[in-house]
């Protein structure tokens, strides 16, 4: 999944012909001003199906005052920052209802912390994270789940998630990077179980188990 973020970053792309899109410009930079407007997928039957439909739908005439797909860019553009705006807008606010929540707990050990407000573990802050749990855990799942915590730490998920949650804020029109994001969370999850399980007999990963289903009971689908 980093490959694929790395890839959004990127300003430029690579042609492959073993890319369901080969071409490395798919769209030309130059469409919105095109007599012609087409795109260039490297795959012809694709190329053949949708060019006549974009080329009848947005292709402009001499008697338009403006080329109708500058129209249409210009309108996306818009609605793109709206919803950059909205995603990074919902982030913050979060953040400020966890820090409210977490404000009244109580020093464990270390960088550990009870807390009465919450119902599931997790960890808050980038330079100076923290880790948060409900103030009724009980003891013998209290080890397992700081195990599961502290394997987040150590494989620097409180950095990754949100530099992925930034990606997918810029990239929030795209079905497939939400595919991408969801698919991330989980394997960052099932990742961390496997590096903490994996010098565990039996019985203690059905503990482990027992003591992570716990504190997911009571959250919300």
Same mark, same amino acid.
């Given at each position: 999944?980093? &490959?694929?973020?790395?890839?959004?970053?990127?300003? *430029?792309?690579?042609?492959?012909? /073993? !890319?369901?899109?080969?071409? @490395?410009?798919?769209?030309?930079? +130059?469409?919105?001003?095109? !007599?012609?407007?087409? &795109?260039?997928?490297?795959?012809?039957?694709? +190329? +053949?199906?949708?060019?006549?439909?974009?080329?009848? @739908?947005? @292709?402009? $005439?001499? !008697?338009?005052?403006?080329?109708?797909?500058?129209?249409?860019?210009?309108?996306?553009?818009?609605?793109?920052?709206?919803?950059?705006?909205?995603?990074?807008?919902?982030? *913050?606010?979060? $953040?400020?209802?966890?820090?409210?929540?977490?404000?009244?707990?109580?020093?464990?050990?270390?960088?550990?912390?009870?807390?009465?407000?919450?119902?599931?573990?997790?960890? /808050?802050?980038?330079?100076?994270?923290?880790?948060?749990?409900?103030?009724?855990? +009980?003891?013998? #799942?209290?080890?397992?789940?700081?195990?599961?915590?502290?394997?987040?730490?150590?494989?620097?998920?409180?950095?990754?998630?949100?530099?992925?949650?930034? &990606?997918?804020?810029? #990239?929030? *029109?795209?079905?497939?990077?939400? /595919?991408? $994001?969801?698919?991330?969370?989980?394997?960052?999850?099932? @990742?961390?179980?496997?590096?903490?399980?994996?010098?565990?007999?039996? #019985?203690?990963?059905?503990? $482990?188990?027992?003591?992570? /289903?716990?504190?997911?009971?009571?959250?919300?689908?």
């Amino acid at each position: 999944w980093g &490959i694929v973020g790395l890839r959004l970053c990127l300003p *430029f792309s690579f042609e492959s012909v /073993l !890319s369901l899109v080969p071409s @490395a410009e798919t769209i030309p930079t +130059n469409i919105t001003i095109s !007599s012609n407007p087409q &795109i260039d997928t490297g795959v012809d039957i694709v +190329n +053949n199906v949708v060019n006549p439909v974009i080329s009848n @739908a947005v @292709a402009p $005439y001499p !008697s338009y005052s403006v080329n109708p797909l500058m129209v249409l860019v210009s309108v996306a553009s818009y609605i793109w920052v709206i919803g950059l705006i909205l995603m990074v807008l919902y982030s *913050f606010v979060s $953040y400020i209802v966890l820090k409210k929540k977490v404000s009244a707990s109580v020093l464990y050990k270390d960088n550990i912390y009870y807390c009465d407000n919450i119902e599931t573990p997790f960890i /808050l802050g980038i330079i100076k994270p923290k880790i948060y749990v409900p103030s009724g855990l +009980n003891e013998e #799942d209290l080890e397992f789940v700081l195990e599961h915590e502290k394997s987040h730490l150590k494989r620097k998920d409180h950095i990754i998630k949100p530099i992925s949650f930034l &990606i997918l804020s810029v #990239d929030w *029109f795209n079905p497939a990077i939400w /595919l991408w $994001y969801i698919f991330l969370c989980r394997d960052i999850e099932s @990742a961390c179980d496997e590096k903490v399980i994996k010098n565990y007999d039996t #019985d203690t990963k059905k503990l $482990y188990s027992t003591a992570l /289903l716990n504190c997911s009971a009571n959250r919300r689908m």
